[in-house]
């Protein structure tokens, strides 16, 4: 039987770094209505200074209450190629990890004690977490995550980092981008707790109200804008 499946967003990015852009992103979010999953489908294309392109393919799997519980990352870059799947048994608090190379495969099993959010390389998943974490009103919260710093050979297993997030409004304040006016809440992420003598520039995200979609990311020299959304009834 083919699942029910609707396409409920659409969208793409464009990626800056100061005025030149180097990548976009396409993604659309999915909702599997028989399983009552989402997932978010994403294509990244970036072109390096050699001319060479990098494409990113992400699937990204929610269960009902937004929690990640799938991310398949496949890369390709000229011959290179790598696939990496994390997967999280959330009864058992376990995450299993897969890492696949045109050579070899390697996989990684480790035991996890507290709810730990996949993070993947979409732009349109970089605030899930807020969907399903329930964020302190005062003060950072930190937030687990899980990601791999592998490449296209399987240098070492997933690491497990945590970072503070803090919504400087949560209300939807006006946002103008390409000159529409956009409502987005405004979050930051830190490296650190709050420590009043660190100095700890956060990354800043403007959230649309759909499934946290960001609209826009800034960090340093680097920007990434929405170009287009499209939410279907």
Not at 105 to 117: A, G, L, M, P
Not at 171 to 182: C, D, I, K, R, T
Not at 219 to 230: A, E, M, P, T
Request: net charge neutral; glycine share 2%; hydrophobic share 30%.
């Amino acid at each position: 039987m083919t699942p029910k499946a609707e396409i409920v967003l659409e969208g793409s990015y464009l990626y800056y770094k100061g005025e030149i852009n180097y990548s976009q992103e396409e993604f659309k979010l999915v909702h599997f209505s028989d399983a009552d999953t989402y997932h978010f489908y994403s294509e990244i294309l970036s072109r390096l200074e050699n001319g060479e392109f990098l494409k990113i393919l992400v699937r990204f799997e929610m269960n009902h209450q937004f929690f990640p519980t799938l991310v398949r990352v496949e890369k390709s870059l000229g011959s290179k190629y790598s696939l990496e799947t994390f997967k999280t048994d959330t009864n058992n608090f376990e995450l299993n990890y897969s890492f696949q190379t045109n050579q070899r495969v390697q996989d990684f099993k480790k035991n996890i004690t507290s709810r730990h959010y996949l993070v993947s390389p979409a732009v349109c998943t970089s605030a899930i977490f807020t969907l399903s974490k329930k964020m302190e009103v005062n003060s950072r919260t930190p937030i687990q995550l899980i990601s791999s710093e592998n490449e296209w050979n399987y240098d070492a297993p997933p690491v497990e980092k945590t970072v503070y997030a803090e919504f400087k409004t949560r209300e939807f304040n006006e946002l103008n981008l390409h000159g529409n006016s956009l409502s987005a809440s405004h979050l930051c992420l830190y490296e650190k707790d709050l420590n009043p003598n660190a100095e700890d520039r956060p990354v800043e995200l403007y959230l649309s109200k759909h499934y946290a979609v960001p609209y826009q990311i800034n960090y340093g020299d680097r920007k990434i804008v929405i170009k287009n959304l499209k939410k279907n009834n």
